[in-house]
């Protein structure tokens, strides 16, 4: 007789804890919000932003960490100054050729051609024309930053590719490509 007891003891709270269960519908959740997130809709307005999308904007003046930015306007003023006065704060030791050759056949090379002689493989295509050979042109440092920066005539702006850093670079293996027109 106890046994019968154990067996229906057992049956019975088998059949109360499986009964509840629905795979439809799942248990209670607790804190629901972690299990689904309230979705925002990207730069719409909330009432969540007591500003609407201007709380989510940098402060004003605020620059980016490790960021310096380039006070020498683009003008033509600007390109003389960048030509007359700008010098790279990388000495010639950090600088890594192999990474400068990778950066200017990425960037520079299909216009400018891999040795600088203005014809890459746009220009021999005629896709663009009038691109200048470096051995024509009086170019320094300081001029090779500020026209990969800011860009001249059809060459566009270069600044959101390649870093300051990586823009100095680019500027030192220009000159050596000059260096061996």
């Known amino acids: 007789m106890k046994s019968l007891y154990k067996i229906v003891a057992v049956v019975g709270l088998s059949i109360m804890t499986t009964s509840c269960f629905d795979k ?21 307005e909330h009432n969540v932003f ?38 790279s704060p990388l000495d010639s030791l950090s600088i890594n050729q192999d990474k400068a050759k990778e950066l200017y056949t990425i960037y520079c090379g299909i216009c400018h051609g891999d040795k600088g002689d ?5 220009v021999v295509k005629e896709k663009f024309l009038g691109v200048p050979s470096y051995a024509d042109r009086e170019i320094t440092e300081g001029s090779i930053y500020h026209v990969v920066t800011y860009g001249l005539n059809s060459m566009g702006s270069h600044a959101n590719q390649l870093s300051q850093e990586e823009r100095w670079i680019v500027a030192d293996y220009v000159l050596k490509l000059k260096a061996g027109l």
């Open 50 to 87: 007591k500003d609407g999308v201007e709380a989510q904007l940098p402060a004003k003046g605020s620059i980016k960490r490790g960021f310096v930015p380039y006070e020498i306007p683009n003008t033509p003023e600007g390109y003389a100054l960048a030509k007359a006065s700008l010098k």
């Open 118 to 122: 203005g014809k890459g493989n746009l």
């Open 24 to 44: 439809a519908k799942p248990n209670y959740q607790f804190f629901p919000n972690m299990y689904e997130a309230v979705s925002y809709e990207t730069y719409s």
